[in-house]
């Protein structure tokens, strides 16, 4: 299993925070040893958590060209039907996944496709559990075009959360379950395609791994 390189400056943070603590163990009148042991721990602890925090593991997609996958590990924590006006422009089914702080964090394309659009949008920090947050919230929005769909992506800031991330150019081909970003601490991932297209085969409250899990299938026929 691999681990991204973005966790290098918090582990530097893990380690610095560990000698804060024990500089205040000391502070406090505790012995030089046991502020030491205390900092130690602490810094030991909070580097544990970020390196699997960054864990990156390897993903198979499944062959089958009409399967969608999860773009996020974590729970579905709602299926919508929304009119997607600005990217999509018709009558959408919008999955949303929540992402816990123990979920891994890297996001996976859904479908294989041309990215059409990037884009990151300030906004509010509503919790994620909100309906209002996809469409309020701070959000990274992705766009793949497909030959047999489109998937709009949102990455969506949770009130906790540092940034999200995506590793993406205009106009580059992706594969099915390739890596495009990651969430720093962001807690949910909303994938939106039209209703025409698909047909919904997860369920809320269903735990799914991104660029593994199907959501949804393609039906048959044309593309919208």
Known sequence: MGIRPE???????????????????????????????TGGIV????????????????RQAPADESLIVAGADGTIARITEVKENKFLKTDCVRISIFLSLF??????????????????????????????SSE??????????????????????????????YWLSVGQELSKGDRIG???FGSRLD???PKADIDVVTKE????????????????????
Request: hydrophobic residues 40%; charged residues 15%.
């Open 182 to 184: 990651m969430m720093k």
């Open 136 to 165: 309020f919230n701070q959000h990274s929005s992705i766009l793949i075009e497909g030959t047999r769909t489109r998937c709009l992506v949102n990455q969506i800031v949770g009130p906790v959360a540092r940034r999200v991330v």
């Open 43 to 58: 810094a030991v602890v909070m580097t544990a958590y970020m390196l699997y925090f960054f864990r990156d593991p390897d």
């Open 191 to 193: 994938m939106c395609f």
């Open 103 to 132: 979920s891994v964090h890297v996001n996976r394309a859904p479908v294989p496709g041309t990215v059409k659009f990037l884009g990151y949008y300030p906004g509010k920090r509503y919790f994620t559990f909100q309906e209002k």
């Open 7 to 37: 966790v290098s400056p918090f582990v530097i943070a893990s380690i610095i925070l560990g000698i804060i603590v024990g500089g205040i163990c000391v502070f406090c009148g505790m012995t030089t040893r046991s502020s030491s042991l």
């Open 205 to 224: 409250g269903e735990h799914v791994e991104a660029g593994e899990t199907i959501v949804a299938k393609l039906r048959k026929g044309g593309k919208q």
